[in-house]
């Protein structure tokens, strides 16, 4: 069961324009959403985050907008740069049974930013 | 600078030939998490360790063990490896508010 799910597998995109990721999930009990950029060979590294009280977060090139009701949320990137070209992954953070936090992720999209 | 190392980067090793996969951290944050990474499948969580002597199972942790003696480490060891844990391997680590974790750099294991 796919609770975090990033329909597109892959992205390509012209230098310059814009990059929209996007991520669906199905728990409403999910309270913190993040983006990770990977390139080949490399973990995963922080991107940028939203609470679910919020509906926009927005950090240089990159914004993050939430939509709770239709459990959607997407990654812009603007304008799009031959370095963005990576896996994009999508991640919500929930409590678990034993009320521990939990980061559940999506398979990743890969961006191609084409000069 | 906060860093999260693994070691070693890349190992070949045979069927059940115990090994096992260094992580450390610079932090001082209480969660540390071990992550296998493969093609269509993303990443999952194979334990995860909450504080030290304090861990618990992730999504799949048959085959593998961790252990938590201190809060910088948090190895990864598999007693008998098999050739489907042939994968990519994260460490990662978070603090108590859990919203964001840094990953290692990864190692590449390939059991034969």
């Known amino acids: 069961d796919q609770q975090v799910k990033q329909n597109s597998p892959s992205l390509s995109v012209q230098e310059g324009r814009i990059s929209i990721l996007n991520c669906d999930y199905t728990?409403?009990?999910?309270?913190?959403f993040l983006w990770y950029k990977k390139y080949p060979a490399e973990g995963p590294t922080f991107l940028i985050s939203i609470s679910s009280i919020k509906d926009k977060n927005e950090d240089g090139r990159f914004t993050v907008f939430l939509n709770k009701s239709a459990k959607h949320l997407s990654l812009h990137i603007v304008p799009s740069q031959p370095g963005d070209s990576a896996v994009y992954f999508c991640?919500?953070?929930?409590?678990?049974?034993?009320?521990?936090?939990?980061?559940?992720w999506g398979l990743g999209t890969s961006l191609a930013v084409n000069p | 600078e906060a860093q999260v190392t693994q070691n070693p980067r890349y190992l070949i090793t045979v069927t059940g030939k115990k090994l096992t996969v260094t992580c450390s951290q610079n932090?001082?944050?209480?969660?540390m998490s071990w992550y296998r990474q493969d093609p269509g499948l993303g990443l999952r969580q194979i334990y995860y360790s909450m504080n030290v002597e304090v861990t618990d199972k992730g999504d799949v942790p048959e085959g593998y063990k961790v252990s938590r003696k201190e809060k910088r480490n948090f190895p990864l060891i598999l007693e008998s490896p098999s050739p489907n844990q042939t994968s990519l391997y994260f460490c990662?680590?978070?603090?108590?508010?859990?919203?964001?974790?840094?990953f290692g750099p990864g190692t590449r294991l390939t059991v034969l």
């Open positions: 932090m001082n944050h209480e969660y």
């Open positions: 728990n409403s009990m999910f309270d913190y």
């Open positions: 990662a680590v978070a603090g108590r508010a859990y919203n964001e974790q840094f």
């Open positions: 991640a919500a953070r929930r409590f678990d049974a034993g009320n521990n936090r939990k980061l559940i």
